[in-house]
């Protein structure tokens, strides 16, 4: 992994970084803290020796420490205080150190108690006297005056410092070093898709960013979120161009799916009917994704029939088609009665019943279901002009966006990049995000909401999404006929100028 891919990593996921760090500085704190203090009994030892040779005197005062930090000290110190301590114990608690460039040594015992300290040091120094009377005599006479070591400063004992702050913050070193391991780790084993150029290194074109960190001129969230997805509208290859400049007479169709579940496809689908809406273009939303349909909550449109219906042959498209967010919009919804829904979509009508759409509407968006688990959203793909790949950020898997972009390959559906779903599981419940759910038709209304009927109980699932008014569209869409296309098993959509003439037929009877 690149250093700065762990960065952006360690950023995201900094409470893996601060809850190691806090938690092994407290057991560190709360250790030191409950531990007996410390005592420490100090001497100093002065070593005279007549020979005046300098290196010879050092070699002699190290040989000194050796001894009393050896078993031989140990073991008399033992001898002499009894069996309340051990030759391991006195071996661990005494240690000895040359003051630079003079001939003390100082000789130190460290213990709970502070008795019991000052007594081993004085025991120690003690034998230590005696064992250098005993190896420090020359054997000749004449050799010059034997070594002494004697005592210059009696036992001073003092309290040890806890240490708490060295101890907790070395502790908490050793809790962001794992703390730092767990975010490699999981980076490793379990990699989510987090930015637009995550989404880039697999391949894919990064088409947009749906979140709600931003600001806009205006400074208002619901203006930033309605950038995002007019930025989205302008930047897909296939919405990008008017339809009439490539195929005449026919609107493009573009499929919404997600790897998994919970992607907000639907919220992405409605946002972004809501962008072309302010085109002028027609657009009609189908709601493709029957197991699980959510474009009817989220328009709070009543059940009704719709996609479903039609598949089955027992209703007519014109006659499920419903008006939405003030006439902007137009929904094929996912219908009443699914038993089967992968049967249903595998009919040779779901391919007519989108070319009915196309044939009518310069824009068809279809709110697939997800690409893993069941075979529904490739069929789809297989009947629109493209799709479009909506991944939840932090969440989705780069393993299952691998697996998503090789599904849609295979089925050869062509897909024309990936958004990135920044969106809160759920918007703040404050502030602009609130709103009605029905729509004013007004032209002075404020607010242009999606979310659900307030009667519905909402699943924690769905991501609500609030968006301002798009205002009026700018011209008329061409609306063509169907007239040579007829689908035996799907109606034929009759032309805008047959749908005129029935509702003036209608006010005049």
């Known amino acids: 992994m690149e250093l700065r891919a762990y960065v952006r990593a360690c950023r995201r996921r900094w409470p893996w970084l601060l809850v190691p760090v806090l938690v092994a500085a407290g057991i560190a704190a709360v250790l030191t803290m409950a531990g007996a203090p410390g005592h420490k009994s100090s001497m100093v030892l002065y070593v005279s020796s007549g020979n005046a040779d300098p290196d010879s005197g050092a070699r002699r005062l190290n040989s000194y420490i050796a001894l009393l930090t050896g078993p031989r000290v140990g073991q008399a110190v033992v001898d002499r ?18 003051r630079e460039g003079t001939d003390l040594l100082e000789v130190s015992a460290v213990d709970s108690d502070a008795d019991r300290s000052r007594q081993i040091v004085t025991t120690a120094a003690s034998v230590l006297v005696g064992l250098a009377r005993q190896i420090g005599a020359p054997a000749d006479p004449d050799a010059g005056p034997a070594t002494q070591v004697s005592i210059v400063q009696d036992a ?25 391991g767990a975010v490699a780790g999981k980076e490793a084993t379990g990699r989510t898709v987090a930015e637009e150029d995550d989404l880039r290194r697999l391949g894919l074109d990064a088409v947009g ?34 339809p009439a400049m490539t195929v005449p007479a026919r609107g493009r169709s573009l499929l919404l799916t997600g790897a998994g579940r919970k992607e907000g496809t639907t919220a992405v689908a409605c946002g ?69 829904p992968g049967e249903l979509l595998a009919s040779p009508r779901l391919g007519a019943t989108v070319r009915t759409l196309t044939e009518r ?6 709110d697939g279901p997800a690409l893993q688990g069941v075979a529904d959203a490739t069929v789809i793909g297989q009947v629109t002009d493209s799709a479009l790949l909506v991944v939840r950020a932090g969440r989705t898997r780069t393993a299952e966006v691998e697996k998503s972009i090789d599904l849609l390959q295979r089925v050869g559906a062509k897909l024309a990049g990936a958004v990135l779903n920044a969106l809160p599981r759920k918007l703040p419940q404050n502030g602009s995000w609130q709103g009605p759910a029905e729509v004013s038709t007004g032209m002075d209304s404020p607010d242009l909401v999606f979310g659900l009927d307030p009667t519905q109980s909402p699943r924690l699932d769905d991501t609500f999404v609030s ?22 098993e799907v109606p034929a ?17």
Not at 473 to 487: F, I, L, M, P, T
Request: proline share 6%; hydrophobic share 40%; charged share 25%.
């Open 156 to 180: 001073v004992t003092v309290e040890e410092p806890d240490n708490l702050t060295r101890n907790a913050g070395f502790a908490a070193v050793l809790g962001l070093l794992i703390g730092a």
């Open 467 to 488: 968006l301002p008014v798009v205002g009026t569209a700018r011209g008329r869409a061409k609306v063509a006929d169907a007239e040579n296309e007829h689908s035996p």
């Open 209 to 242: 960013t749906i979140s709600i960190g931003g600001r806009s001129r205006a400074g208002h969230p619901d203006q930033a979120l309605a950038e995002a997805f007019r930025r989205l509208r302008s930047l897909l290859p296939v919405l990008a161009e008017h």
């Open 81 to 98: 205080m009894g069996p309340e301590v051990t030759v391991e114990q006195v071996q661990k608690s005494l240690s000895a150190q040359i």
């Open 361 to 366: 509407y310069d824009i068809v968006l279809v």
């Open 493 to 509: 959509q009759r032309s805008g100028a047959d749908d005129d003439a029935d509702e003036e037929q209608q006010r005049s009877e």
């Open 272 to 340: 972004l009917a809501i962008a072309m809406a302010e085109t002028g273009a027609r657009v009609v939303l189908v709601d493709a994704n029957m197991r699980t349909p959510g474009i009817g909550r989220y328009l709070s449109l009543d059940a009704a029939p719709g996609l479903a219906e039609v598949l089955a042959g027992t209703a007519r498209v014109p006659d499920v088609l419903q008006d939405s967010l003030g006439g902007r919009v137009t929904v094929l919804p996912a219908g009443e009665h699914a038993p089967d």
